[in-house]
């Protein structure tokens, strides 16, 4: 049995050992001093513990300029190069002509291809229905993947039954910015469930946002909290996970989170993470984020 994970989490790269800017060193984060032993940086990029590994990915990918979310995310869940595709890095949602290629080579269609279950465990509020219901179409990467593969997009009715997860874990933001009424639940519980819905299907994918708004500046004030919830959240699965079942790969499409002395995208490379059975195989087969898919693809039994 080979089950595979994917953690998404929007815009955080490996930077500098800052004290000041870069929150991983000035807060800490267990994840990584713990499970690693250290926190990455430009100067330590690398680390290993066991089967797991903590490594850089190259997001620029040839291509001058600042890294973008939309052909990055093109290039992870398409294994192509789509800024160099296009000619320049582009976002944040992915560029016109690149959406004919999401269609056709989004990870999504490989696994349904082969008729293997496949899921995408985020869950989405009445307003973005609203949103696309109305004909509009300028859709994140995963989510346009989605809706070109007839894969169904979970609702609120799936976070309250346990069967999907919202993009910022915990469900208190859909609560205090939505209006909603969910059960705030701790992110070991949300990571907990992340794993169960893992353990049921060949490739299930969870898309993280909060750091690279974060990076932006759009959330001042909440950085310490939003990285303990996310590190409570990665802890547990990196803890409990079936390391001889399950395959994980948590990666990002630019830095950004990692340098909170500006409020752009950074040229540093982005954070990836395996773990589990086949850990030690996607480390070697991954050094830039074009090469995420494939290499995914290729432990697929």
């Known amino acids: 049995m080979n089950n595979i994970l994917m953690i ?3 815009g955080v790269g490996i930077g500098k050992e800052d004290y000041e800017f870069n929150p991983f060193f000035k807060y ?3 994840t990584f001093s713990e499970l690693f032993g250290g926190i990455p940086s430009l100067d330590n990029p690398l680390l290993k513990n066991k089967n797991r590994f903590l490594f850089p990915a190259d ?28 000619g320049k890095h582009f976002g944040p949602f992915p560029y016109s002509t690149l959406i004919p290629v999401i269609k056709e080579k989004n990870i999504f269609k490989h696994f349904l291809k082969k008729k293997q279950k496949t899921f995408f465990a985020n ?8 949103y696309i219901n109305s004909g509009k179409q300028r859709l994140s990467v995963t989510s346009l993947s989605c809706r070109l593969s007839g894969i169904r997009l979970n609702r609120i009715v799936d976070v309250r039954k346990g069967n999907a ?11 205090t910015k939505l209006g909603y009424s969910l059960p705030v639940i701790k992110p070991e519980t949300a990571a907990r469930r992340l794993l169960r819905i893992a353990s049921k299907n060949k490739f299930t994918l969870y898309e993280y946002f909060l750091t690279d708004h974060i990076g932006h500046g759009r959330y001042d004030g909440e950085t310490e909290s939003t990285l ?26 630019h830095g950004n989170f990692e340098d909170l002395s500006m409020k752009t995208h950074t040229l540093n490379p982005a954070l990836t993470i395996t773990a589990g059975k086949y850990s030690k195989q996607l480390f070697k087969s991954i050094k830039n984020i074009a090469q995420i898919k494939s290499a995914i693809v290729n432990i697929v039994k």
């Open 123 to 130: 869950a989405y509020p009445k307003v973005f229905f609203d």
């Open 59 to 86: 997001a620029r990918l040839g291509v001058e300029g600042l890294p973008q979310s939309g052909t990055g995310q093109t290039s992870i869940f398409c294994g192509i190069n789509a800024a160099k595709l296009i």
């Open 165 to 175: 997860l919202t993009a910022e874990i915990t469900n208190e933001r859909w609560n």
């Open 8 to 10: 998404f989490v929007d």
């Open 228 to 253: 303990r919830t996310l590190d409570d959240f990665l802890f547990t699965i990196l803890y409990e996970m079936d390391y001889k079942k399950l395959s994980l790969i948590i990666c990002s499409d």
């Open 28 to 30: 800490g984060f267990k």
